[in-house]
């Protein structure tokens, strides 16, 4: 039989043994609550960035779009704003410059803009195109030469469309003569006299959707 002093030694033991079981218990159930706490709070941070990202990006589509028509506003696609251009292209070096292209061009009405390109005129000193430097800024000065010029035609505004497309094609065709250079297309492709006349048919034909557009 146990004596009295084992008996409550016995009950102690017990009672302590109760106390840790239920301090473990508590301590798992609050961690367990901290987590599940935790674990929404996580994924109410993702949807809500999730939400803002979505939102950021449909603010963003929405102002493409307003940018994209606005876009389309301003830019006049009717057949008045198509370019049209002619590079020359020399191999051997940089050929051209202010000097050699004003003497290539003394047969010619022309002048030089300050800005640093060519504007070949028309029989009624109209303005007909440009010759500007086919390299980046596109410009010339005394110090400047380069192996590519483009000659570009703007449909818009000429006085004598018809004449200044021909003056364009022979003044073309005249320093690829003088230069012994490369002659080709705005996509820069060697252009042979069938491509010549399909560009002129091209802006004839462009003239005549103009003219009838326009009336």
Known sequence: MFNLAEILTLLIGCLLALVFID??????R??????????????????SDFEEEWQAFDK?????????????????????????????????????????LSKALVFYNYTFEEKGFFTV??????????????????????????NDIALVLDPKNLSNPVEAFELFVEVSQSLQETF??????EDRNFMTKQMIEHMKHQFHEHQRQFLASAS
């Not at 609050?30 to 949807?47: E, G, H, M, Q």
């Not at 012994?180 to 297309?185: E, T």
């Open 23 to 28: 301090g473990v218990r508590r301590a798992i």
């Open 30 to 47: 609050i961690r367990r609550s901290k987590l599940k706490v935790d674990l929404i709070d996580t994924s109410a941070t993702d949807i």
């Open 60 to 100: 963003l589509e929405e102002e493409s779009e307003s940018q994209a028509d606005n876009l389309e506003e301003e830019i006049d696609i009717s057949p008045n704003t198509v370019l049209n251009i002619i590079h020359l292209h020399d191999d051997t070096g940089s050929v051209f410059s202010e000097s050699s």
């Open 121 to 146: 005129l028309d029989s009624e000193n109209s303005p007909a195109f440009s010759i500007i430097n086919g390299k980046n800024p596109g410009l010339f000065s005394e110090s400047v030469a380069s």
């Open 180 to 185: 012994q250079c490369n002659i080709l297309d």
